[in-house]
């Protein structure tokens, strides 16, 4: 069974800049999540998704973040403008269904904003 | 709101000693209760997950963890640490219900002297 799927594994982009990341789920896996991840601390959930409708996005910084999953399958998110601040690893995650809540993550993109 | 708490930062134990890192939660019920581990530069590795019957559950690498309903604890355990074992461990819950997430602690840093 393939893994979550992330690209790019690594990206650096000069402040005021936009970047976006990609991720592929598992197969079937109807529940992504985008979580970033700053160095030294656990990984903080940025959005929820449900096949493609968003559960939760609550702690997306929604005036620079943006996030998709139109298909239901793979999803997107961006960053516009990027901040200094914005240096983290974003990780993708994905799960079969709420009962079923074992998380598989995919190996995150390192984003280095200078 | 949910939360979890590793109160340990870092932690160095002696190659061969035992280990014990904690975790504490807060949340009414019983949730679903994880420990992952990651290396650096790597993505997040599940060592062993909490569903619910018999409350010493078993995990890759040698690893167990205990579940204390009266303590509200998870922590994981360690008979004897290897320097492979040297790594960033983090706690998570997830509420069980449909529209939530997994929730980490900040993470304990273990390191692994000679």
């Known amino acids: 069974e393939a893994g979550v799927a992330q690209s790019p594994r690594y990206k650096i982009i000069e402040k005021r800049q936009s970047v976006a990341f990609w991720c592929n789920p598992i197969?079937?896996?109807?529940?992504l999540y985008w979580y970033q991840q700053i160095l030294g601390q656990g990984p903080k959930l940025l959005i929820q998704?449900?096949?493609?409708?968003?559960?939760?996005d609550s702690q997306l910084p929604k005036d620079r973040f943006s996030a998709e999953r139109l298909k239901g399958v793979d999803s997107t998110l961006k960053i516009q403008p990027a901040k200094l601040e914005d240096s983290a690893v974003y990780l993708c995650a994905s799960i079969l269904a709420a009962g079923l809540p074992e998380a598989f993550f995919g190996q995150g993109t390192r984003l280095t904003v200078v | 709101a949910q939360s979890v708490t590793q109160p340990d930062i870092h932690i160095t134990v002696s190659e061969g000693a035992s280990l014990e890192l904690r975790c504490n939660y807060s949340y009414g019920a019983t949730p679903y209760l994880f420990w992952y581990v990651q290396s650096p530069g790597q993505g997040l590795q599940l060592l062993l997950k909490y569903f619910s019957g018999d409350t010493l559950v078993q995990g890759i690498k040698g690893f167990e963890a205990e579940f204390k309903r009266s303590q509200s604890s998870f922590n994981l355990r360690k008979p004897s640490v290897h320097w492979s074992d040297a790594a960033e461990y983090f706690c998570?819950?997830?509420?069980?219900?449909?529209?939530?997430?997994?929730?980490f602690g900040k993470g304990t840093t273990l390191s692994v002297s000679s």
């Open positions: 197969s079937g896996h109807a529940t």
């Open positions: 998570a819950v997830f509420v069980g219900q449909a529209g939530t997430a997994l929730i």
């Open positions: 998704f449900q096949n493609n409708g968003v559960v939760d």
